[in-house]
């Protein structure tokens, strides 16, 4: 995300700063690294990430694995019954029994099935909803024991951009807001670079501290003129 000014670029040097210390928390300690799915606000109380329901994936492989449970269940059935078995069942069981383990489609076969089962178990033991950060909750008022409130990253990449743009000297910025860290690119078009660089870490450090969020990111700056022309 990027805005642009109506000043006239000058220059083309560059200068650029390495990740940040972490903001302060709410305590006035910087924030350390936490656990991927839980943090410590500053009221001492574990803070979760939301939990997506994952609701299309869940009903795709309860859907498939429906169908394919009672496809087989009417072919037994119906062997029970006195009738021949599928033409497809009889030359699955064939194939099963005469091809070797080395063969290509039983490699092939064993590796999507392995895939598949991978992908589902990351998808119930993770999170999700990646673009959603956690915010602090509230202390020292009744009632909001349970309330969760989360940010979206896009969101605070625009708040974070708009105050990026209030900072004297630049001309557009970029700012995007990841779960552990913040990166924010600017151009001056006037100005020292390395004051507009310490200016923009400042205003950028204060708010991201303001957005309240559970884990402190860190910030990284950098700071270039535009390119002439």
């Known amino acids: 995300m990027s805005a642009n000014t109506s000043r006239q670029p000058t220059g083309d040097s560059d200068l650029s700063s390495g990740p940040g210390q972490a903001a302060p928390t709410a305590d006035g ?10 943090v410590i606000d500053g009221s001492g109380r574990p803070t979760h990430r939301f939990w997506s329901g994952r609701r299309i994936p869940a009903a795709l492989a309860a859907l498939l694995s429906a169908a394919a449970v009672g496809f087989l269940l009417y072919d037994v059935v119906a062997v029970r019954a006195g009738r021949n078995a599928m033409r497809w069942r009889r030359r699955l069981a064939k194939e099963l029994a005469t ?3 080395d063969d290509v489609w039983m490699i092939v076969g064993a590796a999507v099935a392995m895939a598949l089962g991978l992908w589902l178990f ?3 033991v993770t999170p999700g909803l990646r673009r959603l950060l956690p915010m602090r909750r509230p202390t020292g008022i009744p009632g909001t024991e349970d309330v969760r409130a989360g940010l979206d ?8 951009r708009d ?5 004297p000297g630049v001309q557009s910025a970029q700012v995007a807001v990841g779960r552990r860290k913040v ?3 600017a151009r001056a078009h006037f100005r020292d670079l ?6 923009l870490h400042a205003e950028l450090g204060e708010a991201v501290t303001s ?4 884990r402190q990111p860190t910030l990284a700056v950098r700071v270039r003129r535009p390119k002439k022309g």
């Open 153 to 160: 990253r896009r969101a605070a990449a625009l708040v974070l």
């Open 99 to 101: 091809r070797p383990l």
């Open 122 to 124: 990351l998808l119930a």
């Open 163 to 167: 105050r990026a743009m209030q900072v």
């Open 29 to 38: 300690t910087p924030g350390a690294a936490e656990d991927a799915t839980k």
């Open 211 to 214: 957005l309240g969020l559970a």
């Open 183 to 185: 990166k924010a690119q």
């Open 194 to 199: 390395e004051e507009v660089r310490a200016d």
